[in-house]
């Protein structure tokens, strides 16, 4: 008789399969959720669906599917969308972590399976601090797959009930497992890093099926026209390719200007802050302070952690200040700050006024 249930998130790849044939080998009692999020074919869409029902057959454990399509084109597609065409650079991951997929599932599972956990595949650890009676994240152990950048706006709550089997594994680790228990995903290949964007699409692509191009000047600091642009979606700050302007230095994207419908571009000096403001703050492994601290921080995935003060604003806002002035900080990209393995908190960076 099974003791502990919980509902495993499948999409369909090898880290999800490994996470649920991991747990179902601990004695828990499994059942299998995947969330049908896109129209078409990939990885969380059809492909991906039938991955997870061959998975929940091989252990022996059901599988449900949950139609949340419409919620993935709202709070995703749209967000997207939206956020593009404003001129920011949206970070559809951690939104979608929160308000799509542990947010739902852990719905679902309470109400719908009677059942109190959930499980996913994803690189990061989840620690109960006796002390503060806090929920803490922790960096997963493989610090090159280490996904705990896009979980820092998970409530308290959403930790709480939450489970990462794979925080303690190497990639390969992973690998070696799902070859031992014979898993049908065992040598699928990695997933992309955007999951909305076609097998060798890029954003650019994506987003040209909702945005009509809208032409317009590319400018220096002083208003000075110095090329044009087919839209400002189709930029992000510190970009340097693509910009076709000829210039005696290398130029970046400085600003997207949407209301204006200007690129402003400028060299690398001026493509580097020494402060940034945040909002939307969650604080993640402490409460939230009522002075600064110090901590690291990354303002994008694959950013190096820099030391930074971080000052708590009303309204759930934060100033970060660099200790070191931080080139390329990009509008509507998370800024997640760590003491050592520990996500402190996290929020997305401001349009600059
Ligand atoms: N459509 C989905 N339905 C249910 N759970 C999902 C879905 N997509 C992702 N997940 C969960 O979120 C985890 C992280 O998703 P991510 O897109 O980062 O995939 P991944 O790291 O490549 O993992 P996998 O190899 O399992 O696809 C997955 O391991 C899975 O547990």
New binding site residues.
């Given amino acids: 008789m099974y003791n502990k249930k919980v509902v ?10 490994t ?1 649920a044939a991991i747990l179902h080998h601990q004695g828990y009692e499994v059942i299998g ?3 049908w ?1 896109m129209k078409g074919k990939g ?2 869409c059809s492909e ?1 669906m039938i991955d997870a029902a061959n998975i929940c057959e091989q252990l022996g454990v059901p599988h449900e599917i949950v139609d949340i399509r419409e919620l993935f084109q709202t709070n995703i597609v749209d967000y997207l969308v939206s956020g593009y065409s404003a001129g920011i650079t949206p970070l559809p991951c951690s939104q979608c972590n929160k308000t799509v ?1 542990f947010g739902p599932m852990v719905q679902y599972a309470r109400e719908k399976l009677q059942c109190h956990r959930i499980a ?3 690189y990061a650890q989840i620690n109960y601090d006796q002390v503060t009676g806090r929920y803490q994240l922790l960096r997963a152990v493989d610090r090159n797959k280490d ?1 705990s950048y896009f979980l820092y706006d998970l409530s308290q709550e959403l930790l709480a009930a939450t489970i990462f089997p794979l925080g303690k594994l190497q990639k390969a680790e992973t690998r070696r497992i799902a070859a031992e228990y014979h898993l049908t995903t065992a040598d699928k290949p ?2 992309q890093d955007l ?1 909305l964007v076609e097998t060798n699409g890029s954003m650019r692509a994506f987003l040209d099926k909702y945005l009509a191009p809208k032409p317009g000047e590319i400018v220096d600091t002083s208003g000075k026209v110095l090329g044009h642009h087919d839209g400002v979606h189709h930029y992000t700050i510190g970009q340097r390719k693509g910009l076709g302007i000829a210039a005696p230095e290398p130029l970046y994207v400085i600003a997207l200007d949407a209301v204006n419908n200007k690129v402003v571009v400028g060299d690398r000096t001026t493509a580097t802050l020494p402060e940034c403001t945040v909002n939307q703050v969650n604080w993640v492994s402490i409460a939230e302070p009522s002075t600064p601290i110090q901590a690291e921080v990354q303002i994008r995935y694959r950013s190096q952690p820099t030391p930074v003060t971080v000052i708590p604003l009303e309204n759930s806002r934060v100033r970060l200040v660099f200790a070191q002035p931080q080139f390329s900080i990009t509008p509507g990209q998370a800024a997640v700050w760590y003491e050592g393995e520990k996500v402190l908190g996290g929020g997305i960076i401001e349009q600059f006024t």
């Avoid at 495993?8 to 399969?17: I, N, P, Q």
């Fill in positions: 495993v998130g499948l999409s369909g790849g090898v880290d999800s399969s996470a959720l995947t969330l999020l990885q969380c991906g997929k996913t595949g994803h996904q990695e997933s999951c």
